[in-house]
């Protein structure tokens, strides 16, 4: 299994960005995808998830409104378009697969929101 994420970056408050995950080695939608991110000093938390089938999505609270999970199937690729970013948002987004009890994690991508 590899997940190979890109995009992120540093943006402006109130500015978007996009990350996407391309994934390889399993059936990639047969498998529920997530978006993590991890702040500095604070825990690894969940920012987003997707269905296998697109169908189904959950957001934080925190993001709510202003995030949105998607995928292609057939590009095998999860995205994470973020909307009116903020400050609190910056953090290293890592995206997730959980697959035969073993947890795959992406390379992890740096998003700094910051004027």
Not at 44 to 59: D, K, M
Not at 61 to 89: C, H, W
Request: charged content about 15%; aromatic content about 12%; glycine content about 12%.
């Amino acid at each position: 299994v590899q997940l190979v994420q890109s995009g992120g970056g540093l943006v402006q408050p109130g500015g978007s960005l996009r990350l996407s995950c391309a994934a390889s080695g399993f059936t990639f939608s047969s498998y529920a995808m997530s978006w993590y991110r991890q702040a500095p000093g604070k825990e690894r938390e969940l920012v987003a998830a997707i269905t296998g089938a697109g169908g189904i999505t959950n957001y934080a609270d925190s993001v709510k409104g202003r995030f949105t999970i998607s995928r292609d199937n057939a590009k095998n690729t999860v995205y994470l378009q973020m909307n009116s970013l903020k400050p609190e948002d910056t953090a290293v987004y890592y995206c997730y697969v959980r697959r035969m009890a073993s947890n795959y994690w992406g390379q992890g991508t740096q998003v700094t929101v910051s004027s």
